[in-house]
């Protein structure tokens, strides 16, 4: 008997909408790109214990329902249509309306604060420091911090009118987070992954 190889095909879809009723039961990561799901590959154990760090920090502060790790999906403008940041910080407003799903449509609010975690190589670099940058910013971001553990520097981009302004911290300068002063240094949050 000759057995035939399993072709599984995946969907293709024509709106957001259309890929927000689809289920596969697999828990995994999904960007749409172009009406394609493309997985999204596991985030590296160094790279999750900093954005666990800045959660357990952040909950402290603001709560443990206001901050979402990275399973929380934010639908942007452009390719792909929706990123899963490394950690954000949700307005109060969003804890009902994400009860459903994890997930902060373009017609909501934009989350006050997300963070993402520099991977290795100049694709993962690109990704983070100019197209989810300029995805954050178009979807009007107030603050967006690339953490850059290769680097060791943490560039938080602040929005105002023109876009957003730079600002980068290293070693020990303490990151301020609105208007609050943020106990831990910019080592102490790089340092966190190992």
């Given amino acids: 008997m000759t057995l035939s190889p399993v072709v599984v095909t995946q969907p293709r879809f024509e709106s957001f909408e259309d890929y927000l009723a689809y289920t596969d039961d697999n828990n995994r990561l999904y960007e749409l790109f172009n009406g394609e799901l493309i997985l999204v590959p596991p985030e590296s154990g160094f790279n999750i214990g900093i954005a666990t760090n800045l959660l357990i920090y952040f909950a402290q502060m603001f709560g443990h329902l206001r901050v979402r790790g990275h399973g929380l999906e934010l639908e942007v403008n452009g390719e792909p249509r929706n990123r899963y940041p490394d950690l954000t910080i949700i307005k109060t407003e969003h804890i009902e309306q994400l009860r459903l799903r ?21 694709l993962q670099r690109d990704r983070d420091y100019i197209a989810k940058r300029m995805q954050y910013q178009d979807r009007d971001t107030p603050i967006y911090w690339i953490v850059d553990p290769h680097v060791r520097e943490i560039m938080v981009l602040t929005l105002i009118p023109a876009g957003y302004r730079e600002q980068i911290y290293r070693g020990n300068d303490k990151l301020q987070f609105q208007d609050r002063l943020i106990n831990l240094t910019a080592d102490e949050i790089l340092s966190a992954g190992c």
């Fill in 102 to 122: 994890n997930i902060v449509r373009l017609q909501m609010a934009p989350p006050d604060l997300v963070v993402e975690v520099v991977s290795p190589g100049d």
